[in-house]
């Protein structure tokens, strides 16, 4: 059903909210992707579904009645403070959810429900996370940016055996995932050189982001049942843009033997609104094509619907803009452009794997790709490779130069749909900016 082209992706829908219909909107009538919000005179979160520069307010519509022909399970889904609810529900209910808010939306609706009763600017208002996120975990499914890396540390051996056979991830830190807008602390850390004989302990030095594409769980699974590959993107809510921001000398010192932890756990940063499988239906494409030689996937990890379908063409972005570059407004500096659909596990894969030892996922969860990056050296979605561990640096429009990231960067992800034939989808913003360290003692 997720990929299923209907009414709702028709190019020609026009909405009654006119800074919907702009050509380059990330949020035209056939996104409708969901978010929680806090108007600015308010204390209440609600969920809300981003519309041009507004937010359609799913409570409010509930109020004056606009959502009463659908399920009383569901409306009370949409008053909830968060989107777990309406998460658990499943595709089917979302679907059926997505269907009305495009109607109501349509220039042509049958008497146009108060603007001023059910809509909130986006400046007005605070996004906030869409969901209660329990569990979190980050994969590492581009196969060029894991060769990459792997070069920096093993220029004999960068792919380990296990990688064709197996989406690897590391479970990440839930409590400390914040939305676009949030301002990033430089980590204090362990760190070690190869030249000094002890560790210290002081802020990173290295800090680094990693342009990432997050998916949200929906209906979940009980413990002990794994889900097929068959239905595994009936369990998938929609994606957002994650920033896995990363301490690399804090990395480098901690990751061995159980990988990733107080490098990673400080901060990860998403966007706000979550765009659903269905938003996404005009941009599914082939699953990454394996080369000749490696070997197929399992059979519990193989569809021939995967295969066909299971890639999604995302163009995700990451941009860097300095304080000085602010102060003087000048436009953010373009680091990476990358095509999601070079990932070598589909995200269905992803979550197959995840579910295969009778591993519960919750509605809310966030499961998150791992770093896009492809073959060329503008397609890098982290310092860490574009700089080559640091060793190389990369030059800003003001002159300055960075291996990593410097206090006042701010970084932005961006990431959108194009497909001749249909309307624009894009995911707004993910953005944050490193705090000035007050004090540089115990550097
Ligand atoms: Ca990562």
């Known amino acids: 059903m997720n990929r299923s082209i209907n009414s709702t992706h028709n190019p020609s829908l026009r909405s009654w909210i006119?800074?919907?219909?702009?050509?380059?909107?990330?949020?035209?009538?056939?996104?409708?992707?969901?978010?929680?919000?806090?108007?600015?005179?308010?204390?209440?979160?609600?969920?809300?579904?981003?519309?041009?520069?507004?937010?359609?307010?799913?409570?409010?519509?509930?109020?004056?009645?606009?959502?009463?022909?659908?399920?009383q399970e569901l409306q009370i889904a949409c008053t909830a403070p968060k989107l777990n609810q309406l998460m658990a529900m499943g595709s089917r209910a979302a679907s059926a959810l997505r269907d009305r808010l495009s109607q109501l939306l349509r220039a042509d609706a049958q008497n146009p429900p108060l603007e001023s009763k059910i809509l909130c600017s986006m400046s007005e208002a605070e996004l906030l996370l869409p969901a209660d996120i329990g569990d979190?975990?980050?994969?590492?499914?581009?196969?060029?940016?894991?060769?990459?890396?792997?070069?920096?540390?093993?220029?004999?051996?960068?792919?380990?055996?296990?990688?064709?056979?197996?989406?690897?991830?590391?479970?990440?830190?839930?409590?400390?995932?914040?939305?676009?807008g949030t301002a990033i602390a430089r980590p204090k850390g362990q760190r070690k050189s190869s030249q000094e004989p002890i560790p210290s302990f002081g802020f990173s030095q290295s800090l680094d982001y990693e342009v990432e594409v997050g998916f949200f769980i929906g209906s979940g699974n009980q413990l002990g049942h794994p889900i097929s590959i068959d239905n595994a993107e009936e369990h998938i809510f929609g994606l957002c843009l994650v920033n896995d921001w990363s301490a690399r000398d804090i990395q480098a010192w901690?990751?061995?033997?159980?990988?990733?932890?107080?490098?990673?756990?400080?901060?990860?940063?998403?966007?706000?609104?979550?765009?659903?499988?269905?938003?996404?239906?005009?941009f599914r494409c082939q699953a990454f094509g394996r080369v000749e030689g490696d070997p197929p996937p399992l059979p519990y990890l193989s569809s021939s619907l995967n295969t066909e379908l299971g890639g999604i063409e995302i163009a995700v972005e990451a941009l860097l803009r300095s304080?000085?570059?602010?102060?003087?407004?000048?436009?953010?500096?373009?680091?990476?452009?990358?095509?999601?659909?070079?990932?070598?596990?589909?995200?269905?894969?992803?979550?197959?794997?995840?579910?295969?030892?009778?591993?519960?996922?919750?509605?809310?969860?966030?499961?998150?790709?791992?770093?896009?990056?492809?073959?060329?050296?503008?397609?890098?979605?982290?310092?860490?490779e574009i700089t080559q561990r640091g060793?190389?640096?990369?030059?800003?429009?003001?002159?300055?130069?960075?291996?990593?990231?410097?206090?006042?960067?701010?970084?932005?992800?961006?990431?959108?749909?194009?497909?001749?034939?249909?309307?624009?989808?894009?995911?707004?913003?993910?953005?944050?900016?490193?705090?000035?360290?007050?004090?540089?003692?115990?550097?």
């Open 391 to 443: 060793s190389k640096s990369i030059q800003l429009p003001t002159g300055e130069v960075r291996s990593y990231l410097v206090d006042g960067d701010e970084i932005e992800l961006r990431g959108y749909c194009e497909q001749e034939g249909y309307a624009r989808v894009g995911f707004g913003e993910c953005r944050g900016t490193v705090l000035s360290t007050s004090t540089k003692s115990g550097v």
């Open 136 to 180: 979190y975990t980050d994969f590492y499914a581009s196969i060029f940016h894991a060769t990459n890396v792997g070069k920096l540390f093993r220029p004999d051996n960068p792919l380990l055996p296990n990688y064709k056979y197996l989406p690897i991830a590391y479970h990440g830190r839930a409590s400390s995932i914040v939305p676009s």
């Open 18 to 71: 006119e800074s919907a219909n702009q050509k380059d909107t990330d949020f035209p009538i056939q996104n409708l992707p969901f978010g929680v919000f806090r108007p600015r005179n308010s204390n209440n979160s609600r969920i809300g579904v981003a519309i041009g520069d507004r937010i359609l307010d799913l409570a409010a519509c509930c109020q004056v009645g606009l959502l009463q022909e659908l399920p």
């Open 254 to 282: 901690e990751y061995q033997p159980l990988g990733p932890f107080l490098s990673k756990s400080f901060a990860t940063t998403i966007s706000p609104w979550v765009v659903t499988l269905e938003a996404l239906a005009p």
């Open 323 to 384: 304080e000085q570059m602010r102060v003087v407004g000048m436009q953010p500096f373009r680091l990476s452009c990358a095509s999601f659909q070079s990932m070598y596990w589909t995200v269905a894969q992803m979550l197959v794997h995840h579910s295969s030892n009778g591993c519960n996922l919750r509605p809310g969860d966030l499961l998150a790709s791992g770093t896009v990056s492809e073959a060329e050296a503008e397609t890098q979605g982290c310092l860490l």
